[in-house]
C-alpha cells in the first residue's frame, strides 16, 4: 500500500535541511515555498519535488499570489500539512490553511506564537507570570504604566522574531518621544518593565498537546545583549532536575497547553527574576530554536529537532504512532561571534569536546559536549575569550525598518 503523503514546506530563511530530508525518507512528496533571494542555496533538492520562488523577502510576498500558486498545486495534488519552517512563515502557513480548509495551527492560535502583545494577554489570562506590559493603542493607557510601573521599559515589536527591534527606555520624556517617532507604526508594538535577571530558553517536542521532550539552557549572554551592543553569543543546557529546570519546565508546559499548541516543535524563552528569583514567561514561538541551537540541543540529547519534528508531522497525516528514540542526558553549549574572517580557521579549537563548527560566512562558532556541566561552562568562557580577541567584530544593530 503506498502510504505517501504531500507536504508543502514554507520558509523564508535557508533553514530545516534535516525536516526535508526525513520528510522524504519516510516516504513523503514535499514542495518547497521560498524567496527568490534563497534561490543559490543549497536546499537539498533530492529530497524535494519542486521548489516555488516568491518575489522579495517575507513581508514582501504577496499572499494572495502565494494562495493563488498554492490553489493551482492543489488542481493536481492532494496537500496533507503545510508546514512553517521558520518563524516569519508562520502567518504564511496558517492564512494558507485557514483558506484551503487543511488541518493545522489556525490563524488565532498562530498568533499566541507570533505576536508578541497576543502571547502576553494569553498569558495574564491563563495565570501565567509575566512582566508588566501595555499595549500602544490609547494614550491614557501608556500614562498610567508609566506613572505606576518602574522604569526602565522596553518597546518591543509584536511580530519581529528575537531581538529584533527592541528599544530600551529609562524615562517617561523619552518613552514618549519614541513612540511619537513611531508615527502610524505605533500600534505594532508593546511596552513592558524591563525585569533584570537570567534568561533561559526551553526547547520542546510537543504531540497531542503533551510535551514528549524539553530541555532547558541558560543564555550566558542574552540575545537582546548582542542584538543591542554586539559581542559574543553563549548558550548551555542547565544540570538535569535542579531547581530551575524543574521549575521552567513546569511553566513551560503550562504556556504550550495554554497557548494551544497541538504539535510540533517549540522554543520558549523565559526569565529568572534578580529581585524576586520568579520564572516570568518572555515568549514563544513554534519553531526550532535559531542561532544554532538545536545542534547544541542534539550534542546534548541525541535529539535532533528537525527530525524528529519532520517524524510527528509524518505520524499525524499517516495516523501512525510516534515514538521519541532514546534520550542522552549530557551537557553541551554553544559559542557564537561575527567574525572579521569570511571563512575563519578555527583549527586552534582542537579540545577533543569540540563536536561542531558553525560554517557560516562572517561567523565564528563551535558547540562543545562533555558528561560534566562545568567543563561545558569552563570551555565557552576560555573560548568566548579567545573568539573576542583573534575573530571577533561587532556587527552594525540594523534597524527595523519593515515592520510586520
Not at 496533507?80 to 504564511?92: H, N, R, S, T, W
Not at 518613552?175 to 513592558?192: A, S
Request: aromatic share 10%; with cysteine; hydrophobic share 40%.
Amino acid at each position: 500500500m503506498n502510504n505517501s503523503k504531500t507536504f508543502i514546506c514554507v520558509s523564508n530563511f535557508f533553514k530545516g535541511a534535516d525536516f526535508i530530508i526525513n520528510l522524504k525518507t519516510l516516504g513523503n512528496k514535499v514542495y518547497l515555498i521560498t524567496s527568490e533571494k534563497l534561490k543559490d542555496k543549497p536546499w537539498p533538492t533530492d529530497a524535494i519535488e519542486e521548489i516555488f520562488y516568491m518575489a522579495g523577502q517575507d513581508t514582501d510576498w504577496n499572499l494572495e499570489h502565494l494562495l493563488l500558486g498554492v490553489g493551482n498545486l492543489m488542481k493536481s495534488n492532494t496537500i496533507d500539512a503545510i508546514v512553517a519552517l521558520d518563524d516569519f512563515d508562520v502567518e504564511k502557513a496558517t492564512y494558507l490553511r485557514e483558506n484551503l480548509r487543511i488541518d493545522g495551527m489556525g490563524q488565532t492560535t498562530g498568533r499566541y506564537f507570533r505576536d508578541k502583545l497576543a502571547m502576553r494577554m494569553r498569558a495574564k489570562s491563563c495565570a501565567i507570570t509575566i512582566p508588566a506590559f501595555c499595549s500602544l493603542f490609547n494614550d491614557h493607557d501608556i500614562n498610567a504604566f508609566a506613572d505606576t510601573i518602574a522604569a526602565p521599559w522596553v518597546l518591543k515589536p509584536r511580530s519581529e522574531a528575537s531581538s529584533m527591534g527592541i528599544i530600551k527606555v529609562y524615562d517617561k520624556e523619552s518613552l514618549w518621544i519614541h513612540i511619537n517617532e513611531m508615527g502610524n507604526n505605533r500600534f505594532k508594538y508593546l511596552l513592558e518593565q524591563f525585569r533584570p535577571g537570567d534568561v533561559y530558553h526551553c526547547d520542546s517536542l510537543v504531540l497531542n498537546g503533551k510535551v514528549l521532550f524539553s530541555l532547558t539552557s541558560k543564555y550566558l549572554s542574552t540575545p537582546m545583549e548582542i542584538s543591542q551592543s554586539g559581542g559574543i553569543f553563549r548558550s548551555a543546557n542547565i544540570p538535569y532536575d535542579s531547581e530551575d529546570d524543574v521549575a521552567i519546565k513546569l511553566v513551560n508546559e503550562q504556556v504550550m497547553k495554554s497557548f494551544g499548541l497541538k504539535h510540533g516543535a517549540a522554543h520558549t524563552e523565559f526569565i529568572k527574576g534578580k529581585e524576586d528569583g520568579k520564572i516570568y514567561f518572555l515568549e514563544t514561538s513554534s519553531r526550532v530554536g535559531g542561532a544554532h541551537l538545536a545542534e547544541m540541543v542534539a550534542a546534548a540529547s541525541d535529539i535532533n529537532f528537525w527530525k524528529e519534528w519532520a517524524a510527528i508531522e509524518d505520524s499525524l497525516v499517516k495516523k501512525t504512532k510516534y515514538k521519541l528514540p532514546k534520550v542522552k542526558k549530557d551537557y553541551a553549549g554553544i559559542v557564537l561571534t561575527l567574525s572579521k574572517f569570511q571563512l575563519p580557521d578555527l583549527s586552534s579549537f582542537s579540545d577533543s569536546e569540540v563536536c561542531f563548527r558553525v560554517l557560516l560566512d562572517y561567523h565564528a562558532g563551535l558547540i562543545v559536549k562533555s558528561k560534566s556541566s562545568e567543563r561545558v561552562l569552563e570551555l565557552l568562557d576560555n573560548y568566548a575569550d579567545r573568539l573576542i580577541q583573534d575573530f571577533a567584530v561587532v556587527g552594525q544593530h540594523k534597524k527595523v525598518e519593515n515592520l510586520h
